[in-house]
């Protein structure tokens, strides 16, 4: 898509070379529309960054992506790294550490629920009486009204304080950066409320679910189909994907796709300064001094950005915008020799109840979860610093990497210092899906109805996973393809 000066017209500009306008600008890269996507750093992927230190393969952002939600797995295949696609490897253990020790998750936790009653009534995860107290769920009447509440004053009504601290917190809180006493219901679990809806008994509901799954299992074993599903690896019941190559080759496949189609265009180290309404068109100024008039904009940028692009233009969208909130994660990923651990690390990892003296909110034993991300004689491990250790994201690096190896030493007991070490920091990156999350979303898109060429998407507004935006950007394509094509 070209244009300098007085601006060429029609095509699309898409803001902002993370997952989401990647997948966008290809959607329309394929569709033959004329595309041009801007970047203000000096690489695509946004929080996607696969390195490789010293043999290790490190990821700095998201590590994988779900199985069920299909959208990043047919995109894969789509662009040819289908036989990259891999599972996680057996076995599939993950602990909770509590009360100071590793517990294991019961077998069969499906969202934060129980779908078998025996794992259940057997963990050493919560006392008789924590137990008792989740039980309750099965004779307590409906208790939402239609307004949306948080998932921990949700949880903790119906199954009791311990079932969110221990498991609900550590599991959700962790994937979207905030308290379950904070997230909304409606918006980040809203099977729980169909849940509610439906049976009454999040218990019933969830046990019902499981009998349902394994009965789908038998019929598929009996059947004789396969059932190794998308990926090789080891577990084929493991809802978690990756590339053999880390997910900085989907970034990879994206980029070269979208620059190999004849009107299509990629530009980093370039931000759009201004949008302006002109006619029926919306103006594109851009960095460079080029200036555009396409059939539409897709702003697939961060929330504050897309904010700050729409405040003269449509100063109620950017407030609802700026209303989400934001807050910021680590990783940090450090590596170690084999003979440092006392012995064989065994399963996925382990997350960590919100009591707990540790720097971080979860640990991924990443050579253990995944094939080729290590090299022989050696581990990975992967650590998440939650908001609660704010003063440590804005530590120096060694400051970062001496608590985070501190605390490995105390949990699983690692005796000599990494060998590699990448500390990422994700400052006011992480979109809160806190409650009236979805109302915030509806006050920025209504403000925008009258502006059908401009298009707001991204991890801010309708789902966090690879998977989410990945969809958002083929459906933000699939509007300008109507758009251009009703002109």
């Known amino acids: 898509m ?89 076995p599939r253990i993950v602990h909770i550490r509590a009360r100071g020790r590793m517990i294991p998750m019961p077998e069969g936790m499906g969202l934060v629920l129980p779908t078998r009653m025996a794992p259940f009534v057997t963990t050493r995860l919560f006392s008789w009486p924590q137990k008792l107290r989740a039980g309750l769920d099965v004779v307590l009447p409906r208790w939402l009204d239609g307004e949306d509440v948080s998932i921990g004053a949700f949880l903790r009504h119906r199954l009791g304080g311990a079932m969110v601290d221990r498991l609900a917190d550590p599991l959700l809180g962790g994937i979207y950066g905030a308290p379950v006493d904070e997230l909304s219901l409606f918006a980040v679990v809203p099977q729980l409320r169909d849940y509610e809806r439906d049976h009454r008994s999040l218990l019933f509901a969830s046990l019902a679910q499981g009998r349902a799954a394994r009965a789908r299992a038998r019929a598929v074993a009996a059947a004789g189909a396969p059932g190794g599903g998308a990926g090789r690896g080891g ?26 189609a004849p009107a299509a265009e990629i530009r980093l180290r370039t ?22 008039a396409p059939d539409a904009v897709v702003l697939a940028g961060p929330a504050g950005s897309s904010a700050g692009l729409l405040a003269d233009e449509a100063p109620a969208a950017a407030a609802a915008i700026r209303s989400i909130p934001h807050g910021s994660t680590g990783v940090v990923t450090l590596g170690y020799r084999a003979e440092a651990m006392p012995r064989p690390l065994v399963g996925h ?12 909110g979860a640990c991924t034993f990443t050579s253990s979860k995944w094939a080729g991300r290590a090299p022989d004689g ?29 605390d490995f030493a105390r949990t699983v007991g690692v005796r000599e210092a990494p060998i590699v070490r990448n500390v990422a920091r994700w400052h006011g990156a992480m979109p809160r899906y806190t409650v009236g999350h979805l109302d915030r979303v509806a006050a920025a898109e209504a403000a925008l109805a009258a502006r059908p060429e401009i298009i707001l998407v991204g991890a801010a507004f309708h789902g966090v996973g690879v998977p989410d935006c990945v969809a958002r950007g083929g459906a933000a394509a699939e509007r300008v393809i109507t758009l251009a094509g009703g002109e």
């Open 349 to 360: 990892g382990f997350l960590v109840a919100g009591d707990e003296p540790l720097s971080f």
């Open 271 to 292: 931000s759009v300064v201004a949008l302006k309404r002109t006619g029926s068109r919306t103006t594109v100024t851009l960095s460079d001094g080029t200036r555009l």
């Open 235 to 260: 577990s084929s019941g493991s809802p978690f994907l990756s590339l053999a190559g880390g997910m900085g080759s989907l970034v990879d496949a994206l980029a070269a796709a979208v620059r190999s």
């Open 378 to 406: 050696t581990i990975l491990l992967r650590a998440f610093l939650p908001e609660r250790s704010a003063a440590l994201l804005d530590a120096t690096d060694d400051a970062v990497v001496t608590a985070v190896h501190a």
């Open 2 to 90: 070209g244009g300098t000066g007085g601006g060429a017209s029609g095509g699309a500009v898409v803001v902002g070379g993370g997952i989401t306008g990647l997948a966008a600008a290809y959607r329309l890269a394929q569709a033959g529309v004329p595309v041009l996507l801007v970047e203000a750093s000096d690489r695509l992927g946004g929080k996607i960054r696969t390195e490789r230190l010293g043999g290790f393969l490190v990821e700095a952002g998201p590590d994988s992506f779900i199985a069920y939600r299909p959208a990043a797995t047919e995109l894969s295949r789509e662009l040819g790294l289908g036989a990259t696609i891999i599972r996680t490897t057996d």
